[in-house]
């Protein structure tokens, strides 16, 4: 499986209809739609589609027709998800209608293409599983910890500071989090 971690877009046109793709990461989903919905008050149809793991690491499937007849868009578009592997991922298409009827088998065709085109702009990462811990420290490492999560590809969600110390929420590989821990010690706990 691979993943991607920045939007790509894409552009064709076909018989006048003007179909813009947008494959972004599914954390990304929901404030893009909104953003392309006010962006394009004149687009027709926000065809979506996604991939994603859940909590038990099952591939949960979603796909949007937004009014074009049922299955000649949200499918052919989970298909080009489904057919390159990519999870964690969602694609939303914008059409602007150019006046003549492509039919059934011309949508299929055209939201499966500006589906591939934003792919194939993407730079593909390998998928890995990232979790989400808790530490804590004191105020006089907290440098330190910002420091290292840096240097070890791990990423900071947020910071609470307390009266006891600062808690922070993490998130990063198996890996990346033990070889993280082993570099601070003592100086964190886990919560």
Same mark, same amino acid.
Not at 95 to 109: I, N, S
Not at 130 to 144: A, E, N, T
């Given at each position: 499986?691979?993943?991607?971690?920045?939007? =790509?877009?894409?552009?064709?046109?076909?018989?006048?209809?003007?179909?813009?793709?947008? /494959?972004?990461? &599914?954390?990304?989903?929901?404030?893009?739609?909104?953003?392309?919905?006010?962006?394009?008050?004149?687009?027709?149809?926000?065809?979506?589609?996604?991939?994603?793991?859940?909590?038990?690491? *099952?591939?949960?499937?979603?796909?949007?027709?937004?009014?074009?007849?049922?299955?000649?868009?949200?499918?052919?578009? /989970?298909?080009?998800? *489904?057919?390159?592997?990519?999870?964690?991922?969602?694609?939303?298409?914008?059409?602007? =209608?150019?006046?003549? +009827?492509?039919?059934? @088998?011309?949508?299929?065709?055209?939201?499966? *293409?500006?589906?591939?085109?934003?792919?194939?702009?993407?730079? /593909? /990462?390998?998928?890995?599983?990232?979790?989400?811990?808790?530490?804590?420290?004191? %105020?006089?490492?907290?440098?330190?910890?910002? %420091?290292?999560?840096?240097?070890?590809?791990?990423?900071?969600?947020? +910071?609470?500071?307390?009266?006891? @110390?600062?808690?922070?929420? &993490?998130? @990063?590989?198996?890996?990346?989090?033990?070889?993280?821990?082993?570099?601070?010690?003592?100086?964190?706990?886990?919560?």
């Amino acid at each position: 499986m691979v993943s991607i971690n920045e939007i =790509f877009t894409d552009f064709i046109e076909i018989k006048g209809s003007k179909f813009i793709s947008f /494959l972004m990461p &599914i954390s990304l989903y929901d404030g893009q739609m909104k953003r392309l919905r006010n962006e394009h008050p004149k687009a027709v149809h926000f065809v979506s589609a996604y991939r994603s793991l859940n909590e038990y690491d *099952q591939i949960v499937e979603y796909s949007g027709d937004d009014g074009e007849p049922k299955g000649t868009s949200g499918k052919p578009t /989970l298909s080009v998800l *489904q057919g390159h592997e990519l999870i964690n991922t969602a694609i939303i298409t914008v059409r602007y =209608f150019g006046g003549t +009827k492509l039919g059934p @088998g011309g949508l299929v065709r055209a939201y499966a *293409q500006a589906a591939n085109g934003a792919y194939a702009q993407a730079i /593909l /990462l390998p998928y890995e599983k990232l979790l989400v811990k808790k530490i804590k420290c004191d %105020y006089s490492h907290v440098s330190k910890v910002e %420091y290292e999560s840096g240097h070890h590809g791990i990423r900071i969600l947020s +910071k609470e500071f307390g009266e006891r @110390g600062v808690l922070f929420a &993490i998130e @990063g590989t198996s890996e990346n989090l033990e070889a993280f821990y082993q570099v601070l010690g003592r100086m964190i706990c886990h919560v």
